[in-house]
């Protein structure tokens, strides 16, 4: 008797639970009082990864750089509007010298603590990132030597070594500008969430959510009429779709492919895409003499051979475009190249040239989903010219440690890899594929290739240095081939419609900054 | 008691260490390096290894262990290296969280497991017999991604009435603690229906019910307790694994537990994290094992005997 008497009322708190529970989502639009416009308080945005801290000099993942990008500024940044880079704390720059630039602060930039943007929070930022230790602002900590104080808003930088991309430099997300006086008044965790954007950091639960409010006297921007904007981490994609269908959350990031026709069609919710600026590609690892990828007739086989289209449907649905050449679209001084087209009857009589038919070659990636179609897509695309690919896939970062080891005797032969660059030409090269880049995938080691991106990054006319650029390009894409491009892939939100200000950012960064959900009545 | 308790807990000492040990040369062992994923990607080489160097990772491995050890005894789990915070205040972070799934799926699993296994006990061989061991086998079967996304559908999508995910409330406890708990219950119910089984043949309870004692008496007040032994060392483990977080379970509700963090850990490479998340796991698992141990002692006489000499 107890029992049954204690499970009807177990059933009635669940019944009544789940009745507040269906109650409560009050702020849909088209609940509030007709006639006046009104703005949603809070907007909710289901990211993928976690954010893990405040903190810009910490970390170079965009699950974290998205979060401070609303809190933060950046003395230079990519415009969206334009594709360029822009002023965003540095009202202009100046290049005296290859090695010598002035900058000059906008004026009355008030950070959350309510103090003046000045020269010394420049100088502070920076002196913290050289005693600090940090990973993320060591290439900016490395390309200044000295920044020498003029006035309260104007400074002066001095180069280690003549770079005409500086602009892009100081675009770093790393190196947002921290204000000085927080860090003298305030504890270092606190201080370092205080930045000039227009959204201030309120509360952070570690794997659930990040809340910021609007900066009521934030000067920069116009102050978002949108008061709490909250980041909630849900790792699953068909969940963070539930949940922008369950109206628990305004925005889904990564929704997908599969969902992409869903959330255009479904009525109440609109779908947001773009190019992401990542590369993705097949290198050859050029120093494994010992395999048959350094044969550039191989390589030019694979090329000619290799059906993009095919690999695109595989590896995302079709949303993405081809890429021609190894520079991404919206990188400076990108030309429309035609590259090598697909021919599998040239690329056939090529592969029985160099020998290729009837061997097995390796080939490694990563364990993402995307790499493992691309991979497997790969592997049957070969096999109808009688070679056979073999798939090792490795966790991600274990793929970069394999990749950036010595390639004589790492024993890689092929590796489907992505590169995500900034907008600078000169970084979309030198990573990659100059022989002290970091992300060398293809082990290249071309003093002619070396000197063209050296040369090409000490132009100081316009139009030469499109030149030498387009002359880059084509000589990797047709000439040397460490790599055949494939395509970049299509970035996405799931939003509820109406919702206006989120901006996809080709590098993944995207800028949630004047984000806002008109309720009409 | 108080002697046997403190002895278990000096236990865990060698334990705990003998999985540091473990951990950290498997970690190290394991391709994928921090710094990579640390440095930007336009990094030189002398600035990576400056990178090691002020994360404390050049020296070599013993001599890291070894002062990793050192730091451990004092208590100190370190500093996450992908998160520069402490170790312990991560994971306390994400602990209550785990806590509250742990418990809640506890709490389903014994609501199913219990009538269910008793069911099938007192009718053996019956067509309830049949059905109740189904439905365990089912839901030791169903992945948990699986059942996740069918109850995230039908309570969120379809009804609207409970929350897809996160941690908001008791509201979103239901569905995660309901697909850990569907798991957990598969394999108790087969425990409850063996215990039952064995202590239902027992001459003590024909003696009951030749006295007039009532069936279900019979069952709620002798046969049950006296089956508990088996079934509360498995609840323990249970338990304690649950309390080192379910990582499928969290990443489908967007819960935030220590077995999202502890994943993460691993795939960063971060070695100081994820060691100490594993130790903290350890640790959690032995002092429920403990708490299961000290239970058995208020459940059967014949041990409480046994302590108090």
């Known amino acids: ?521 | 008691m108080i002697r046997y308790v403190l002895k278990r807990i000096l236990m865990m000492i060698p334990v705990l260490l003998a999985v540091s040990f473990v951990v950290y040369f498997l970690m190290d062992l394991a391709p994928g390096d921090i710094v990579m994923q640390l440095a930007p990607t336009d990094a030189t080489a002398e600035q990576i290894e400056q990178l090691r160097k002020d994360l404390g990772l050049d020296g070599p491995l013993l001599t890291r262990y070894f002062r990793y050890v050192g730091n451990l005894l004092k208590g100190d789990l370190g500093q996450s290296l992908s998160q520069n915070r402490p170790v312990m205040e991560l994971f306390m972070d994400r602990f209550p969280a785990t806590v509250k799934l742990a418990v809640g799926s506890l709490i389903v699993a014994i609501g199913i497991s219990f009538p269910l296994g008793i069911a099938a006990a007192t009718h053996h061989r019956s067509w309830l017999d049949g059905s109740s061991m189904v439905t365990a086998m089912i839901g030791v079967s169903m992945p948990s991604f699986w059942l996740g996304l069918l109850l995230i559908m039908l309570f969120a999508s379809k009804l609207n009435l409970l929350p897809s995910g996160g941690d908001s409330g008791f509201l979103s406890l239901i569905l995660p603690a309901i697909t850990l708990g569907a798991n957990q219950a598969g394999s108790l119910t087969r425990t409850v229906r063996s215990s039952m089984l064995d202590v239902i043949r027992q001459d003590y309870l024909r003696t009951a019910r030749a006295k007039g004692v009532s069936e279900k008496q019979v069952i709620r007040k002798h046969a049950l307790k006296n089956a508990l032994i088996p079934i509360l060392t498995v609840l323990g483990s249970t338990l304690g694994n649950a309390l080192g977080g379910s990582v499928t379970v969290e990443a489908v509700f967007a819960w935030p537990g220590v077995g999202r963090l502890t994943v993460s850990a691993i795939n960063n490479r971060d070695m100081t994290l994820a060691t100490g998340c594993i130790i903290m796991f350890t640790l959690m698992l032995n002092l429920t094992l403990l708490a299961v141990d000290i239970a058995y002692a208020f459940v059967d006489p014949r041990i409480r005997a046994r302590y108090s000499k």
């Open chain 1, 1 to 521: 008797m107890k029992l049954r008497k204690i499970t009807a009322l177990l059933l009635c708190a669940l019944m009544a639970a789940a009745l507040f529970a269906g109650c409560s989502n009050d702020e849909k639009p088209g609940n509030t009082p007709s006639g006046e416009t009104k703005y949603k308080e809070e907007i909710i945005i289901a990211i993928g990864d976690e954010f893990t801290t405040i903190d810009p000099m910490e970390t170079t993942a965009e699950s974290n750089q998205i979060v401070q990008d609303c809190t933060h500024d950046l003395l230079t940044d990519t415009s969206l509007d334009t594709m360029s880079n822009a002023p965003e704390l540095a009202e202009s720059w100046e290049m005296v010298a290859p090695d010598h630039w002035k900058v000059k602060l906008k004026a009355n930039v008030k950070f959350h603590d309510g103090t003046i943007l000045n020269t010394d929070d420049v100088l502070f930022t920076l002196q913290r990132a050289i005693d600090g230790g940090y990973g993320g602002p060591s290439s900016v900590v490395q390309a200044i030597k000295e920044i020498k104080k003029i006035d309260d808003l104007n400074f002066e930088v001095f180069l280690t070594k003549p770079n005409v991309d500086f602009n892009y430099v100081m675009a770093s997300n790393t190196f947002a500008i921290l204000s000085k006086e927080a860090f003298e008044t305030m504890p270092p965790e606190e201080a370092v969430a205080i930045g000039t954007g227009p959204w201030k950091f309120k509360e952070f639960v570690s794997g659930d959510h990040v809340t910021l409010e609007r900066f009521e006297e934030c000067t920069l921007y116009p102050v978002p009429n949108t008061k709490l904007l909250t980041f909630r981490m849900i790792p699953e994609a068909n969940a963070r779709m539930v949940a922008l269908e369950n109206g628990e959350v305004d925005v889904i990031m990564s929704p997908n492919a599969t969902d992409f026709s869903r959330l255009s069609e479904t009525d109440g919710l609109q779908l947001l895409t773009g190019d992401a600026r990542t590369q993705h590609f097949i290198a050859f690892n050029m120093k494994n003499t010992n395999s048959i990828v350094t044969d550039p007739k191989f390589r030019l086989a694979v090329a000619y051979g290799y059906d993009k289209d095919e690999a695109i449907l595989a590896a995302w649905d079709g949303y993405a475009r081809k890429s021609t050449s190894n520079m991404s679209r919206d990188v400076e001084y990108y030309a429309d190249i035609e590259g090598i087209p697909y021919d599998p009857e040239k690329a056939k009589s090529l592969f029985e040239e160099c020998g290729a038919v009837g061997k097995t070659i390796s080939l490694v990636t990563s364990d993402a989903d995307h790499r493992v179609k691309l991979a497997q897509n790969f592997q049957a695309q070969m096999a109808e010219y009688g070679i056979t690919i073999t798939i090792e896939l490795m966790q991600n970062s274990a793929l970069t440690e394999l990749n950036t080891s010595d390639g004589t005797t790492s024993g890689v032969e092929i590796t489907i890899a992505s590169w995500t660059p900034g907008m600078n030409a000169d970084y979309m090269y030198r990573n990659p594929l100059h022989s002290e880049g970091g992300r060398n995938y293809c082990q290249l080691a071309d003093p002619e290739i070396d000197a063209m991106i050296d040369a090409a990054l000490s132009e100081l006319d316009k139009e030469k240095r499109a030149e030498k650029y387009l002359e880059l390009q084509n000589k990797i894409v047709t000439e040397v081939i460490c790599w055949v491009p494939i395509a970049q892939h299509t970035i996405a939100f799931g939003a509820v419609e109406g919702l206006t200000g989120a901006r996809l950012h080709p590098g993944l960064v995207h800028q949630f900054k004047t984000v806002e959900l008109k309720i009409e009545g």
